[in-house]
């Protein structure tokens, strides 16, 4: 059975149905986030969570988005999850979670697929309903990551100066793939040069494959499995676009990104994307391979360049083995709502036994000190 080529359209007949049965699958968490916190909320002794009641939390990947936006990227079957509501409801669930602070973002693929001067206009006004809207009418609650027009780089990076400079947003972020480029090519040099100059992370969200990378790893050659989304659920969040965020940070060490722009800061999410269980295996391959072409062994990169959050995946095993490798310095939490639900994530993380310090940090003190702003 010969796919749908536009991945705009994959998930158009049935969707209301498809939410239900993934547990708000909303393409930014893992399908068993809510099976995996009701085993991580059950793990850890009662003692550090009662200890750490107190722990203030900023969280670092917070999606919103627009009845315009989910016209444009076809998304109108998650209006109930509440990603457009930015006022009550919001402030609701982060103050029933002990959730101090959002870093909102908009939701992938954003206006990046859109082209000319429509893309541009689109990414100021989405900039500016957050400055507008919940920034001012709730104080201190909201920050924001900047929706940039990725197809005009050069508008990009002006759009990322004017939304920090202007309107104290704290970097920007993207959703995998931009068109058939990832940011380590030529044409990005614009927006990763005026990044590192204003000093502001990118926030790299994982985002739909191209067409042809669905048509050969995931399409699915059973059309009677096709109404239970296998092959779109696959491509996105049950693996195919964690896997891309990798690549696509790989890409930037080996083609000389961090080299050419060595103070460029980047995040990603869902407890590294599964890089911590490769880490081991890339760092010795290649090291091997990248002795003659790099400034730097080729693992010092993930600790100077990368930062780690723990968006949607509550699983103290995960983070153990994220602090096996990265220092306890460069993690940040997240909670990806409204696709996760932000207790069960504060609830698991004050259980997690983890020193004060350290939990402090991963809390809201790695990103006070990141994007310079204080709970």
């Known amino acids: 059975m010969k796919s749908d080529a536009n991945p705009v359209k994959r998930l158009t007949t049935g969707r209301r149905g498809f939410l239900a049965g993934t547990a708000a699958l909303g393409f930014g968490a893992g399908l068993s986030t809510h099976a995996i916190a009701s085993r991580a909320t059950a793990n850890e002794t009662t003692d550090f969570s009662l200890r750490d009641q107190d722990l203030p939390f900023i969280g670092t990947e917070e999606t919103f988005s627009t009845h315009e936006l989910m016209v444009l990227n076809d998304r109108l079957f998650l209006e109930d999850t509440g990603l457009a509501e930015l006022g009550p409801r919001r402030i609701g669930a982060m103050d029933e979670a002990g959730l101090n602070v959002q870093i909102l973002s908009a939701h992938t693929p954003g206006v990046q697929n859109v082209k000319g001067q429509k893309g541009i206009d689109f990414a100021y006004r989405l900039n500016k309903l957050l400055v507008d809207g919940p920034m001012s009418t709730y104080p201190g609650r909201f920050k924001a990551f900047a929706t940039l027009p990725l197809q005009n780089p050069e508008a990009s990076a002006d759009e990322l100066e004017r939304t920090v400079r202007e309107d104290g947003f704290l970097g920007c972020l993207t959703n995998g793939i931009i068109g058939k480029k990832f940011l380590d090519h030529p044409d990005f040099e614009p927006l990763l040069a005026r990044a590192e100059a204003l000093d502001v992370p990118i926030y790299i969200h994982p985002g739909l494959p191209p067409d042809e990378v669905f048509e050969i790893y995931y399409s699915n050659m059973r059309p009677e499995y096709q109404k239970e989304f296998q092959d779109q659920v696959l491509s996105i969040s049950a693996y195919g676009w964690h896997q891309e965020v990798v690549t696509q940070c790989l890409r930037m060490i080996t083609s000389g990104v961090f080299d050419r722009h060595p103070k ?56 153990d083995l994220l602090l096996e490798h990265i220092s306890v310095d460069r993690v940040m939490f997240a909670t990806d709502y409204p696709f996760a639900n932000i207790k069960t994530q504060t609830d698991w993380f004050r259980g997690v036994a983890l020193p004060r310090e350290d939990k402090e940090k991963i809390a809201f003190r790695n990103a006070e000190k990141l994007f310079g702003i204080k709970v």
């Open 264 to 319: 460029l800061q980047i995040i990603i999410g869902h407890m590294g994307e599964g890089l911590p269980f490769f880490y081991a295996r890339v760092v010795e391959k290649m090291s091997e391979v990248t002795k003659k072409s790099l400034d730097k062994p080729f693992e010092q990169y993930f600790h100077d360049n990368f930062w780690f959050t723990t968006s949607a995946f509550p699983q103290t095993e995960l983070l």
